[in-house]
């Protein structure tokens, strides 16, 4: 969640089964059937940036949070889902620290070892200042005890923003603050050497790798409208990595909408969806209303948007995060609230399933 966007919102993770598809085919998606909604959080206090990821192995899915109410401040805290009894553990506190912490990532890499990823801000009272990048992973039956893989000496105004990426036999983790990304790779349990900072035209929120290694990004960039306050506001852009150079950023969200999250994804047979959360902000003259909006690369084109979200009275969405589970399901996880006086409201954590029907 952007830093001067900080609203209270329900955070719901949705599961999307897709069925039937063939790798960048020109056939289309079908409706989607959802399943009740399963709380998954149900604590006081607030819920947020949800993350989430599924194991190669077994199917099994980790699902963290950011969570303030627990302690004095933020802390990372999350579920396990077991896909062999279908049975969700107890909500469990992953990183219990004085200061705060925020912005977790979530990833297993091909042996099935997952990694959980946030950043850890504290003062000079707490022993800082200081902001460091903690990692643990999880071998099936707990975690490992934290780690530090990055340090710096001073209190970032922010967290970082992690993206893993599944590459070849490794998972190379993106770091990013504003247009800038670093980049280290994590291979057998070992992490390597950082990278120094890349500076783009825009920012990025989410990179993904093909089957033949070429990288695929979702980010925000320059809003298509100057006029007013619309320049505060950002843009959905797509754009690609061939090995030497980034592509030219496309904005699909256009005149249609504004981007308060984005993120895309392969489904089981390869065709790429592009997904992007409008917040429904009275102060942008291009924002549609709050939901989630998709487009999908086929037959050589993106399709026009379409709304992915059943639309409630008064609905307020702001942040999600989507990815590709052990038999290609899309798993689709989104904060959403109340529309209150301009204010997000509501604090849970849900689950849904549904079925794509072709």
Do not use: C, K
């Not at 900072?197 to 298509?224: C, K, M, R």
């Not at 852009?237 to 969200?253: F, I, K, Q, R, T």
């Amino acid at each position: 969640m952007h830093p001067w966007q900080r609203n209270s919102v329900i955070l719901l993770v949705t599961v999307i089964l897709v069925t039937g598809l063939a790798w960048l085919a020109p056939a289309s998606a079908g409706p989607l059937a959802w399943n009740p909604a399963l709380n998954l959080s149900d604590l006081a206090g607030r819920s947020w940036a949800a993350t989430m990821a599924a194991s190669p192995l077994n199917g099994d899915l980790l699902v963290a949070w950011e969570e303030y109410g627990l302690a004095a401040q933020e802390e990372i805290v999350g579920r396990l889902w077991h896909r062999r009894t279908g049975v969700w553990t107890p909500v469990q506190n992953w990183s219990q620290f004085d200061g705060r912490d925020g912005s977790p990532a979530l990833f297993f890499d091909r042996d099935g070892r997952g990694v959980l990823l946030w950043t850890r801000l504290y003062t000079e009272a707490q022993g800082g200042p200081g902001t460091d990048l903690i990692w643990r992973s999880w071998a099936g039956a707990g975690w490992s005890d934290e780690s530090v893989l990055m340090h710096r000496d001073f209190y970032l105004p922010g967290t970082y923003n992690l993206i893993p990426v599944q590459a070849g036999g490794a998972v190379l983790l993106f770091i990013t603050r504003g247009t800038g990304y670093m980049t280290i790779s994590f291979q057998d349990g070992v992490w390597g050497e950082p990278s120094g900072w890349t500076f783009l035209d825009v920012s990025l929120g989410q990179v993904i790798a093909d089957p033949v290694g070429i990288l695929h990004a979702a980010a925000y960039g320059e809003n298509s409208s100057q006029a007013g306050l619309d320049p505060y506001f950002r843009d959905a852009y797509y754009l690609s990595y061939d090995g030497a150079n980034w592509s030219v950023p496309v904005n699909l969200s256009y005149t249609d909408g504004v981007a308060y999250s984005v993120d895309l994804a392969f489904d089981g047979q390869g065709r790429l969806h592009f997904f992007w959360s409008d917040p429904d902000s009275p102060y942008s003259s291009e924002s549609l209303r709050s939901a989630i909006w998709e487009r999908v690369w086929q037959e050589g084109a993106w399709t026009p948007n379409a709304e992915v979200t059943v639309y409630n009275t008064d609905q307020a969405i702001n942040t999600f995060s989507l990815g590709a589970g052990v038999s290609g399901t899309l798993h689709l996880a989104w904060s959403e609230g109340l529309l209150v006086a301009g204010a997000h409201t509501g604090l849970d954590v849900y689950y849904q399933a549904g079925d794509v029907h072709t």
